[in-house]
């Protein structure tokens, strides 16, 4: 089944952090990172991340509406990327955008120059273990530290892919026809 394209990546905007925060603490189980976060931990964070050269972080929002639906970012170490901070809010789940937003961050790091993308996956998240395996992530396991009240260390697996490896959007399969998120009076992107 064929699909249009339907997702932007940009930047946040200002009224969006509040609601930024609840996503990120409702999905903090799924990170190595769980400490909860507070708008001013979160606005602290996001004013260093925006002037790094290496960091950057996406609001994921659907192109027509300028709903945001989720968050997607990267790390990047010369020329290989980490994709990080990868959530769909619990609304917008089971309908594509996961893989279309992840599908994008990497057609855009590719075309910017990272030869490399790898993501860590604590062992236990099926849905996003399944989901970059359907894009055609090479994967191996590793352990790496979760901090809790104390940190202990966990199984991950780390799904790497090279830019020669990144399916064409044409190429990618989907189970879902795409499903409009507009909402009325929504902002324009
Ligand atoms: C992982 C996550 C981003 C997936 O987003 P999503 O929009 O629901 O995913 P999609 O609808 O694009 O699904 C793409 C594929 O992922 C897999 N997948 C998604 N949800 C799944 C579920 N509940 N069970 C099993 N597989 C699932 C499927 O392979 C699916 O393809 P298919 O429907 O064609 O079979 C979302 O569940 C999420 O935000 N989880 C909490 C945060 C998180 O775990 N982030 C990743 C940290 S590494």
Not at 71 to 85: D, K
Request: net charge positive; glycine share 8%; no cysteine.
């Amino acid at each position: 089944m064929g699909r249009i394209r339907s997702l932007a990546l940009r930047a946040p905007k200002s009224y969006e952090h509040t609601k930024l925060v609840a996503w990120r603490n409702a999905n903090r189980h799924k990170f190595l990172h769980p400490k909860p976060i507070t708008l001013d931990s979160h606005l602290a964070w996001y004013s260093t991340k925006r002037k790094s050269f290496r960091d950057h972080f996406f609001v994921v929002a659907q192109r027509s509406s300028g709903v945001m639906i989720g968050t997607i970012g990267f790390t990047s170490f010369e020329n290989v990327g980490e994709y990080n901070r990868f959530l769909i809010a619990e609304p917008y789940r089971g309908r594509g955008f996961g893989k279309e937003a992840l599908w994008t961050l990497l057609d855009r790091g590719f075309y910017e120059g990272i030869d490399k993308f790898y993501g860590l996956v604590i062992a236990t998240n099926g849905e996003a273990i399944a989901l970059n395996r359907q894009l055609g992530f090479k994967e191996s396991t590793e352990k790496r530290t979760k901090y809790d009240k104390i940190p202990y260390l966990v199984d991950v697996i780390k799904f790497t892919m090279k830019a020669e490896d990144l399916p064409s959007w044409e190429n990618l399969s989907w189970s879902q026809e795409l499903d409009i998120v507009e909402q009325p009076g929504s902002p324009r992107l």
